[in-house]
């Protein structure tokens, strides 16, 4: 596909953000109409949230001890002085933390939960249509691309999250401009990597994804921080990752120029209904 022929919507930039947070919204609601194919999502992310609330719980509670690790500068300063530095440090430290965590818990969750998640991504283009030129990927093939292209996303997050981590000493901009900006990174990469079943199904990998998003980027962004926002919600991830799926299934459609709007519904099976 020539990505260039992708044109973003006429409209304005807080406007398209919000409408891809409305795509979330319009998951949620997917949700509610299906839940017994919905609940499926969640066991893989209450597994991962599991493992991942224990490993967060375990960084908080040590988090003085990093914090006092990695200001080895302030131990002559006065009490006050030290105290407010290691302060700084440690939300620091935890803002990094949850950023990494976000999107580790999203790349581990849509590892385990494939075959569930697939089925949900499935069944929303199925609403409207079906998917255009559906390519047939076998399950360990899509695994291995899954699982590849994750790592690079969580890796390149990383990366991009220690800056923002040193970023979080700046007094007062490391505690207000700093958090914004780590949701908007944060935000991108679960745009990314949520959309990854519904190009695969189109044949796309993970550069033609990421050059189709950039086409509306506004779009993808305020889907992808209204996600990464959720997530910080204690069970929030586990909850919401399903609807997660099944908005980033609209987000793909709605990129790649294919209606998400309509009269077509599917019936329990998942099949669609022709229109009258």
């Given at each position: 596909m020539d990505v260039s022929r992708i044109t973003s919507p006429v409209t304005g930039v807080v406007g398209r953000f919000l409408g891809g947070a409305g795509l979330l919204l319009r998951g949620l609601g997917l949700y509610v109409r299906s839940p017994g194919l919905m609940l499926l999502g969640v066991v893989p992310a209450l597994i991962s949230g599991v493992l991942f609330?224990?490993?967060?719980?375990?960084?908080?509670?040590?988090?003085?001890?990093?914090?006092a690790l990695v200001t080895p500068f302030a131990d002559d300063w006065s009490g006050t002085a030290r105290g407010l530095a290691r302060v700084v440090a440690g939300l620091a430290?935890?803002?990094?933390?949850?950023?990494?965590?976000?999107?580790?818990?999203?790349?581990?969750?849509?590892?385990?939960?494939?075959?569930?998640?697939?089925?949900?991504?499935?069944?929303?283009?199925?609403?409207?249509?079906?998917?255009?030129n559906e390519v047939e990927v076998?399950?360990?093939?899509?695994?291995?691309?899954?699982?590849?292209?994750s790592v690079r996303l969580v890796a390149l997050a990383a990366?991009?999250?220690?800056?923002?981590?040193?970023?979080?000493?700046?007094?007062?901009v490391g505690q207000t401009v700093v958090p914004v900006i780590g949701a908007a990174v944060g935000g991108w990469f679960l745009?990314?990597?949520?959309?990854?079943?519904?190009?695969y199904r189109r044949g796309m990998r993970l550069p033609q994804r990421r050059a189709i998003l950039k086409a509306?980027?506004?779009?993808?962004?305020?889907?992808?921080?209204?996600v990464f926002l959720c997530f910080l919600i204690p069970l929030g991830a586990v909850l919401v990752m399903p609807a997660a799926v099944a908005g980033a299934a609209l987000l793909t459609r709605r990129s790649l120029g294919q209606p998400i709007d309509g009269p077509l519904s599917a019936p329990p099976?998942?099949?669609p209904v022709e229109e009258n």
């Open positions: 609330l224990g490993a967060f719980a375990t960084l908080v509670y040590f988090v003085d001890n990093l914090a430290i935890l803002g990094l933390g949850g950023l990494v965590g976000v999107l580790t818990f999203t790349a581990v969750t849509l590892v385990i939960g494939d075959p569930f998640y697939e089925k949900i991504s499935e069944r929303v283009e199925q609403r409207y249509g079906g998917t255009p076998p399950f360990w093939p899509s695994l291995r691309r899954s699982l590849a292209d990366l991009i999250g220690i800056p923002l981590f040193l970023a979080g000493f700046i007094p007062v745009a990314v990597e949520l959309v990854g079943a519904p190009f509306d980027r506004p779009t993808a962004l305020g889907f992808g921080v209204a099976t998942g099949r």
